[in-house]
């Protein structure tokens, strides 16, 4: 039943229809049952992968091709149209390969795109091949908050499986254990004052100024700040310059928090 409510369109009361496909030892094994299950129930958002989990997209399986669509109305650069599901599966995939390109090299904050990046750092997570590096106070500020009882929560657009790869897989271990929960694009856009409050509702605070925002981006401070939240800015090698006067207090450490 909980599940249900991470399916976009649907809450605890709705009735949803999922199908359940036997679990492979490989994850490309699971093409042709994933395939008969999509067919099968074609108005489906999500396949349960029995003792592994769930995978959820869009409204419908066709949606899976319109944010393509769209791109090709709106006459993006870079857009290659899908070829229809009767022609070569190779042809297909191709097609599909070259428009993630084509997003990825346009930096595009796109949710489908930020969930197959996740897809991607699982494989290199789990086969030993990737290892984020994070700053030398992020874990000693993680571990000093939860002992003080405070809980820290994840804002990113970056998908939620893949905050949960990032802070799992760090040159300091696991810093999962410190987090309470992880907030991702399909909450909205960063920059967007609503958005701020429905996370204030949603942990349960009497006020939104209970909360603590810590960025890098100045467009999400404004946005922070417009929605009553504290907030603080962090400066890092590598950051974009913040102008004159901007009206926030700013660390270079975590440390200083």
């Known amino acids: 039943m909980e599940m249900i409510k991470g399916i976009q369109g649907h809450g605890y009361y709705d009735e949803l229809v999922v199908p359940i496909i036997e679990n492979t030892a490989y994850e490309n094994e ?4 994933f395939a008969k299950a999509i067919e099968a129930y074609p108005k489906t958002t999500a396949v ?15 949606s899976a091709k319109t944010q393509v669509q769209g791109d090709l109305e709106k006459g993006v650069n870079g857009a290659v149209p899908i070829p229809p599901d009767h022609v070569w599966k ?37 086969n030993n091949e990737l290892k984020v590096v994070v700053f030398d106070d992020v874990p000693k500020a993680l571990e000093k908050w939860h002992a003080f009882g405070k809980k820290v929560y994840i804002y990113s657009s970056s998908s939620r499986l893949t905050q949960r790869l990032i802070f799992g897989n760090t040159n300091y271990g696991d810093l999962r254990k410190y987090l309470s929960g992880f907030f991702d694009a399909m909450v909205g856009n960063k920059k967007d004052a609503r958005r701020y ?7 349960g605070v009497d ?13 999400e401070a404004v946005a922070a700040k417009a929605a009553g939240l504290e907030v603080i800015i962090s ?6 310059l ?7 207090k700013t660390v270079h450490s975590f440390s200083e928090i």
């Open 90 to 126: 190779e042809e297909v995939i191709g097609a599909m390969i070259a428009n993630v390109e084509e997003m990825i090299n346009a930096d595009r904050k796109i949710t489908s795109l930020k969930q197959l990046l996740g897809h991607i750092w699982q494989t290199g997570f789990e």
């Open 242 to 248: 913040l102008p004159d006067n901007h009206g926030f």
């Open 48 to 62: 349960l992968v029995r003792n592994h989990g769930v995978y959820v997209w869009g409204d419908s399986w066709i």
């Open 30 to 33: 699971l093409t042709d049952s």
């Open 235 to 240: 400066i890092r090698l590598g950051n974009f």
């Open 197 to 203: 409050i429905e996370i204030s509702e949603s942990l």
């Open 207 to 219: 006020k939104p100024s209970e909360i603590l925002f810590v960025t890098d981006v100045l467009q």
